[in-house]
């Protein structure tokens, strides 16, 4: 049993001057250059492993002869701090020799290949996948970033080494970037805690996560921080003897019940203590919990027993136990956490764990290295595939490099609720995660034809947020299909990309029909019928190829889709297409159809679309006419935006008209019809108890239903009142019959449609 006083790998200088701590001296430019710089770290490694490490540091020191880094030091002394941070993880002799040269691709020119053959392949995918894109060429530095970033995730779920060199790589430019300009020191702090730190913590590396938010504080909020180390150092001399009175209280308890353990001092970052003194709004007094300790024990037995004599010897604040062994975090990571009230009243937090929990808690999946045969470090090592493979996932849904960038910072969350599937399975789900959530992460199916769902066997919206031990039953139908609304409440990447995902496909795939009806609408004006989409025919074939190069798309689905959302004008393609055949003399009279029955003046240019109500995302409704079965209607085919349907008399679809008369075409009503439709009405009422209820009535007595209703504060105060409501309606006919009905009830003075 021992005591270790606020020790800890690296800590911010201002925690320098903590019992036990000292600080080694730096090396010269010309030691921290030399290989013998890393040697003494790589001691448990084969020796013909480290002769190969040896030949990765040459290779590594030619190509980056002459370059220097911004504050002088030979460029060299980077990687080789890179690599001998690795090493603190064991990890294997190619992940120290990708360390070493993981600048080598990027600045001095060496290839992929050259690489293969000096060190093998997979130390140049390893290389490969830790160099940014910066040949290719991007409109934004910001898409470029995120392509970036996305090669690199994709690289690092394909090998977790990766993710471990770029977080080395990353916290040794952090911990040395004092001589670069306070604009790019802010900027790379930034990056580094909205991305890099999250990362960290994802991945199980708690010392590395720590580190790294208090550098970026460091470098963003450099007063502020220089400010709480003041403080910090005033405290812990404030409260030195309150520190040790507690850890010889807690020694003499564990001595008297015969357990072992071993008691870790430790104290809050500055960071932490600054985003605790944020989020509560405290004032740096008012933060009591700066001190903790951390209790090693055996094994897991011994956790639970440790935690009584805890108890005994203080007492425990109540509502503050938490159980991670039970139910482990996300990352892996599982102690005991118990508050205790010490003898001057101020809350103490303990963490109980075993020795392999430790080693999980503060090296994550690097653990995996460290110990190979421990359980804990394999559980770790699965939580991180588990969630490197969720990457791939959203990158096979999500093409756009910005938008799997904000997919994944949404999936970075800290904090998390764990709950329970009915047959008592346990799930960790961001904070905030709705039932929506919960269903895309039992299965994609689940996610799609989600209708309904119960919490604690009481309905709910889908909406609703998630707590700690909440049960979760999902309601699914076949016919279900996702609703875009779900974007503004989910928050996991994977359900969000899910979700964006089949929203495309399905707009794809309505604005593709939508194209194929008018391009052979417009085909049929030219006299010529749509050659077969599906004719396996070489020359049917040759002439859609031809078509679609011309157009500028890949293939012929792709133009139809284009069509569809009014990209390209389905007149000018089919007169293209007409050309093509005449050019190949395509133009025999079984191609033909009678000229005379579109051979008027009221033929449309693209012929017409015929609306049932089972139109998708390609066909709207305009909202600032509504138009219902029975109105005289056309459509507008907006670039990129599919068909929108006005009235003919509405005077935005007329301002349209006059600004771009070749993007609208024809439209009609279908006798069939799937569905109501909603029509605007505003109601003149006499203001009087019970008003409401009378309308509500005339509106069910004519078989039609109120979907929406507003009425002004306004209104209320005086003897009349306007009203606007919302109705669902079969057609014009049905909305003549409402009005007439309300018309007739006593509280209505007068009704009226709602047009533009």
């Not at 250059?33 to 590594?60: C, G, M, Q």
């Not at 949404?410 to 959530?437: C, E, N, Q, W």
């Not at 052979?520 to 030219?526: D, Y």
């Not at 309308?695 to 606007?724: C, G, K, P, W, Y």
Request: charged share 25%; aromatic share 6%.
């Amino acid at each position: 049993m021992g005591f270790r006083s606020f020790a800890a790998s690296r800590l911010p200088a201002a925690l320098s001057g903590l019992p036990g701590l000292r600080t080694p001296a730096e090396p010269t430019a010309a030691e921290a250059a030399s290989f013998d710089a890393l040697l003494h770290r790589l001691n448990y490694l084969p020796k013909a492993d480290i002769k190969r490490v040896r030949e990765a540091y040459k290779f590594a020191d030619e190509a980056h002869l002459g370059q220097f880094r911004a504050s002088g030091e030979p460029y060299i002394t980077h990687p080789i701090a890179v690599a001998g941070i690795c090493a603190e993880w064991r990890l294997d002799a190619q992940a120290i020799m990708a360390a070493l040269m993981h600048d080598a691709m990027e600045d001095c020119g060496v290839t992929k290949t050259e690489l293969i053959e000096r060190f093998e392949a997979p130390t140049a995918e390893l290389v490969d996948g830790l160099t940014k894109l910066d040949k290719l060429q991007f409109s934004t530095k910001e898409e470029s970033q995120a392509e970036s970033f996305r090669k690199m995730l994709l690289a690092m779920a394909r090998d977790v080494r990766v993710i471990l060199i770029k977080l080395a790589d990353r916290l040794h430019n952090m911990r040395t970037m004092e001589a670069m300009a306070a604009i790019k020191r802010r900027r790379i702090a930034r990056e580094t805690l909205d991305i890099y730190a999250p990362i960290a913590h994802r991945l199980g590396l708690n010392q590395i996560y720590r580190e790294l938010q208090d550098l970026s504080f460091q470098h963003i909020n450099p007063w502020r921080h220089a400010a709480l180390s003041k403080a910090i150092s005033r405290a812990r001399g404030n409260r030195r003897d309150l520190v040790s009175r507690i850890e010889k209280d807690v020694l003499k308890a564990f001595e008297g019940s015969q357990y072992k353990a071993e008691i870790d001092g430790r104290e809050k970052t500055i960071y932490s203590i600054y985003k605790k003194m944020k989020d509560k709004h405290l004032s740096f007094a008012q933060v009591s919990d700066i001190f903790g300790f951390r209790v090693v024990v055996a094994d897991l037995p011994h956790c639970y027993l440790s935690l009584g004599v805890l108890h005994q010897l203080y007492k425990p604040q109540p509502g503050r136990f938490k159980d991670y062994i039970a139910i482990p975090k996300p990352n892996g990571y599982q102690s005991l956490h118990t508050t205790l009230v010490s003898p001057l009243g101020t809350p103490v937090e303990f963490q109980i764990r075993t020795e392999a929990m430790h080693m999980v808690a503060e090296k994550g999946v690097a653990a995996h290295w460290l110990y190979k045969d421990s359980g804990g470090a394999h559980s770790a090592q699965q939580m991180g595939a588990r969630w490197l493979q969720s990457l791939i996932e959203i990158q096979d849904e999500t093409r756009d490099a910005n938008e799997f960038l904000e997919h994944v910072k949404i999936d970075l969350f800290p904090d998390a609720v764990y709950v329970f599937t009915p047959k008592s399975k346990i799930m960790a789900l961001p904070k905030g995660a709705t039932p929506v959530d919960f269903a895309y992460a039992i299965h994609s199916d689940v996610g799609d034809h989600c209708v309904a769902a119960q919490i604690n066997g009481e309905a709910v919206p889908l909406r609703t947020e998630l707590r700690s031990g909440d049960v979760i039953e999902i309601v699914t139908a076949a016919g279900a299909r996702p609703n875009p609304a779900w974007l503004s409440f989910v928050r996991t990447g994977r359900a969000r990309s899910k979700i964006r995902h089949f929203l495309k496909n399905l707009e794809q795939d309505e604005s593709r029909d939508l194209g194929e009806k008018m391009l052979s609408q417009a085909l049929r004006a030219e006299g010529l019928a749509l050659p077969s989409l599906d004719d396996e025919d070489s020359t049917a074939a040759h002439q859609w190829l031809q078509l679609a190069r011309w157009a500028g798309n890949r293939h012929v689905d792709e133009l139809l889709v284009e069509i569809g959302l009014g990209r390209k004008i389905a007149t000018i393609v089919a007169k293209k297409l007409a050309r093509i055949l005449a050019e190949q003399g395509q133009r025999p009279d079984a191609v033909m159809l009678s000229m005379g029955r579109f051979a008027t003046d009221d033929a449309p240019a693209q012929g017409q679309v015929t609306l049932d109500g089972s139109e998708g995302a390609s066909v709207r409704l305009a909202s600032c006419c509504r138009p219902i079965p029975g109105d005289e209607v056309k459509g507008y085919l907006g670039r990129g935006e599919g068909l929108l349907v006005h009235t003919a008399d509405c005077q935005v679809g007329r301002k349209l008209f006059a600004r771009d008369s070749e993007h609208w075409i024809a439209v009609h009503w279908a006798e069939e019809l799937t569905r109501p439709f909603e029509a605007a009405v505003s109601l003149l009422l006499n203001n009087g108890k019970g008003v409401l209820a009378q309308v509500a009535a005339a509106v069910s007595a004519a078989e039609a239903d109120i979907t929406h209703i507003l009425m002004s504060d306004e209104s209320q105060q005086r003897e009349t009142a306007e009203m606007n409501l919302l109705l669902s309606v079969r057609d014009r006919l049905h909305l003549a019959d409402v009005l007439r009905t309300l018309k007739r009830s006593p509280a209505v003075l007068r009704v009226w449609r709602v047009k533009p």
